[in-house]
């Protein structure tokens, strides 16, 4: 499911952001991936849910089967400290 929301395309990311984890229940429930990447970010929704510190969420997710190393680019974890 696929909408036009900012910078998070798919339905399933914004629930995440939003803490939303009964819509990302009822998503992966209707075959929604749940470990669907944004194309220009490279985030699943568990790193939505991980960036915004949304815990209920984020534990939703893995429950639901939720890959912790699915990341693009595992290095985006890691934000280089600015001198």
């Not at 036009?4 to 929604?32: M, R, S, T």
């Not at 890959?67 to 680019?73: A, D, E, G, Q, S």
Request: proline share 5%; charged share 35%; aromatic share 8%.
């Amino acid at each position: 499911m696929k909408c036009n929301f900012g910078p998070y395309p798919h339905l399933i990311h914004l629930a995440a952001k939003y803490d939303e984890w009964q819509i990302c229940e009822v998503l992966v429930k209707a075959k929604v991936d749940v470990n669907l990447r944004d194309k220009k970010t490279g985030q699943t929704a568990l790193d939505i849910a991980i960036e915004h510190e949304r815990e209920d969420t984020g534990y939703i997710l893995l429950k639901l089967g939720a890959k912790v190393n699915k990341r693009k680019y595992p290095s985006d974890w890691i934000k280089p400290e600015k001198k």
